[in-house]
Nanobody, 115 residues
């Protein structure tokens, strides 16, 4: 069955870094655009970053220059390197895989930025 399993979240101080990973299985990973979304309490889910099958990337304005998305098709894994973290980055971060009309979601990993 399809699985997207996120890891790497946790508690970090402002200015710190975290690297999120999302391990995929059960579908042809290399054929899917992969993205990271986040959802904070009381807020709508928002796109953080995406990476296409050929490596093109896009980012939310709020994370440009601080976050980097990458993928390793040999490992069926997508990453999100998060630097210079701010309290407003606190949210559950969810992995997403999309191809045409098919979409898969992970369960999410909590990121908390606080001193």
């Amino acid at each position: 069955q399809v699985q997207l399993v996120e890891s790497g979240g946790g508690l970090v101080q402002p200015g710190g870094s975290l690297r999120l990973s999302c391990a995929a299985s059960g579908f042809t990973f290399r054929a899917y655009t992969m993205s990271w979304y986040r959802q904070a309490p009381g807020k709508e889910r928002e796109l953080v970053a995406g990476i296409t099958t050929v490596g093109g990337t896009n980012y939310a304005d709020s994370v440009k220059g601080r976050f980097t998305i990458s993928r390793d098709n040999a490992k069926n894994t997508v990453y999100l390197q998060m630097n210079s973290l701010k309290p407003e980055d606190t949210a559950v971060y969810l992995c997403n895989g999309r191809r045409i009309t098919t979409m898969y979601w992970g369960q999410g990993t909590q990121v908390t930025v606080s001193s």
